[in-house]
């Protein structure tokens, strides 16, 4: 049987990441990044794809795991009838090289282990050649890639696979090390694991002891902050959308994408994210490659981009996959890096505002950007556009993206304001930002309904309009909000989560369904806040952080009918969510929210005046 989604874990180096199942199998890696063709792909296809399991021979063995308190050290305990022992699994903080370490540990009896080591390259299609070196050492080369692997058992070839067991008591300590180097070097000597297992402990744990109190929500902000930092490319700051390709929206479905890119919608969420928790370091690395991503010409501004900034991220099909659960196709790059979205200037915008309100040091090349940025919007705005969702059928005149043009117009006046000599300029953004405001509510309104609609002329709901609220570009009071939130919770919000849009009434170009998509759930939930429905948002926050699995991980869909977790895994939008929303309530509890102007002020009140802008911003 598939494992499920849930199931895994996620190890990480800060420039790659794995998967580990429960049943002690690594099936997803790719080397020596995270968009680089994987080693190990069993996760969308068969063991044959490429694995490494390291489990108990007793297949009736019981686990339970955990991370190490405050790192990304994975640690799966086994208990049979003869014993127990314990499988430690991490990737080292890379210094020059990608590198994986398991190590075994006895901690009572005695347990019999069966290894077994699949190595593929290409998306598991290239068998590689595998030698043994005189030391014992094995290598595995396909085309420009090696592996290295350095085991302390007997080991055999069998079937293409790499096959071995092994046996350890109490006490005992029996450590596995894999690398990743072009293939025309010669191998390199293998770490010293314990030595390594030290150092990343230190390195996470340096990092997550600089996370502070969060009213009851401490170990959940914590663990998403350490998963975000994992899903950061480290020499670059982008951050990836999760660590997999093409885990479907829905099992059995074409809803499979490669999330393995830097999506500049995760931008001002995760800047806010950091600095309100002290992270600077993290947001000043992650603002600026933004803004080295979205440097040149205007009009040519991606979505999104590679880890390193790269823009051509084409997408094909790998046919000799059968997909997740026969979730078919996979998919390898993304062609919506393509589409035109009017949000993502929005977000670029909303990202600088925040960063200069949240004291962040001003970028150089703030005020040039938004000089070329903001005339192409100016005549673009009208536009329609495959908006947030990256549909796949016609352009629309999509409200979120006319909110978001405002929010652009709306920051960039309010940035101008600040600078010497800018007072013209953001006079002539702000009469922008009042045609768009005028525009979305003469167009995007719907009176019956009493509620904004997905698309102008649409009767369609979308949970992207909580934005409006979330933005500030109405307050929580105005009765269209609170009819919209109204509207989005009967007909979005299905067994207590929201879905993005009703899949039967939104010609996205796609066919099939998909499950309720995590961040509008949290998305609602910070709606609720800013309504002074506080209890609501708990409520919501609470169902919400149950859907962690058992070491704390979050996907970005959850299908509420089968129980199960979708799409790719783990998702920074969803932790990101998680980490805004816990404090947005802490807040709420305390001393009040905050505001674009920087201040604290109580939760909502009727005499509020419309610029609002909660901890939420899209």
């Not at 069993?42 to 108990?56: C, D, K, T």
């Not at 890639?145 to 790499?162: F, N, Y």
């Not at 072009?182 to 150092?199: G, N, R, V």
Request: hydrophobic share 45%.
């Amino acid at each position: 049987m598939h494992p499920r989604i849930e199931d895994y874990a996620l190890i990480g180096d800060c420039e790659t990441a794995a998967l580990v199942g429960r049943d002690g199998s690594i099936d997803w890696l790719c080397f020596p990044r995270f968009d680089s063709p994987a080693v190990f792909a069993a996760l969308l296809g068969s063991p044959e794809n490429g694995r490494w399991r390291i489990a108990p021979t007793d297949e009736g063995a019981t686990c339970e795991r955990r991370y190490r308190a405050g790192t990304l050290i994975l640690e799966t305990t086994f208990r049979t009838p003869t014993g127990a022992a314990m499988l430690i699994d991490f990737m080292p903080p890379r210094d020059g090289r990608p590198d994986l370490v398991r190590i075994v540990v006895g901690l009572e009896g005695a347990v019999e282990f069966d290894f077994d080591l699949v190595m593929r390259f290409d998306y598991g299609r290239s068998v590689p050649w595998v030698s043994t070196l005189d030391d014992g050492t094995l290598t595995a080369i396909a085309g420009p890639d090696m592996l290295v692997l350095s085991a302390p058992v007997d080991l055999h070839g069998e079937d293409m696979h790499t096959r071995g067991s092994f046996r350890v008591t109490a006490g005992q300590r029996v450590a596995f090390t894999m690398s990743h180097q072009p293939s025309h070097l010669a191998p390199l000597a293998p770490i010293d694991p314990e030595h390594s297992l030290a150092d990343t402990q230190a390195f996470w744990r340096e990092f997550s002891d600089r996370c502070p109190e969060v009213d009851g929500y401490t170990e959940d902000v914590k663990r998403s902050l350490i998963t975000l930092k994992a899903l950061t490319y480290r020499p670059t700051g982008g951050i990836v959308a999760a660590a997999t390709t093409s885990l479907p929206e829905l099992a059995g479905g074409a809803r499979n994408w490669d999330y393995r890119y830097c999506w500049l919608r995760d931008a001002t969420l995760t800047l806010m994210a950091f600095m309100h928790l002290g992270y600077y370091e993290e947001a000043h690395a992650w603002r600026d490659w933004l803004m080295r991503a979205v440097a040149g010409n205007p009009a040519q501004m991606q979505i999104m981009y590679g880890v390193a900034g790269e823009r051509h991220l084409l997408e094909w099909e790998v046919p000799w996959l059968d997909g997740f659960r026969a979730s078919k196709p996979v998919r390898v790059g993304n062609a919506a890096a393509g589409q035109f979205q009017i949000d993502v200037y929005g977000e670029l915008a909303d990202m600088l505002a925040q960063a200069q309100t949240g004291g962040l040091e001003p970028h150089p090349r703030t005020p040039a950007i938004a000089g070329a940025i903001m005339p192409f919007l100016e005549a673009n705005w009208r536009e329609p556009d495959e908006g947030i969702w990256e549909v796949r059928g016609e352009r629309q005149h999509f409200v979120h993206s006319k909110v978001m043009a405002w929010v652009a117009f709306d920051r960039a006046a309010k940035m101008a304001e600040t600078r010497e000599g800018g007072a013209d300029e953001a006079v002539a953004w702000r009469a922008v930002a009042q045609e768009i405001h005028a525009d979305v509510c003469a167009r995007g309104f719907d009176a019956e309904l009493g509620s904004f609609v997905q698309a102008y002329g649409s009767k369609s709901l979308d949970a992207s309009l909580l934005h409006i609220l979330l933005t500030g570009f109405l307050p929580p009071e105005d009765p269209r909000v609170v009819g919209t939130v109204a509207a989005i919770e009967r007909r979005l919000l299905h067994h207590g989560f929201v879905l993005r849009y009703d899949t039967s009434e939104t010609d996205d170009g796609l066919a099939g369904e998909e499950g309720a998509f995590l961040a509008c759930s949290f998305w609602l939930a910070d709606a609720y806040v800013l309504l002074g429905r506080i209890e609501d948002a708990a409520r919501l926050f609470e169902r919400l952080r149950m859907l962690q699995n058992d070491v704390g991980l979050l996907a970005e869909e959850y299908d509420p009918k089968a129980g199960e977790m979708l799409g790719n895994f783990p998702q920074a939008f969803s932790h990101v969510g998680l980490v805004v929303t816990a404090l947005n309530l802490s807040r709420a509890k305390g001393p009040g929210d905050q505001r674009a102007d920087g201040h604290e002020h109580a939760p909502p009140s009727a005499d509020e005046p419309a610029a609002r802008l909660s901890a939420t911003v899209a």
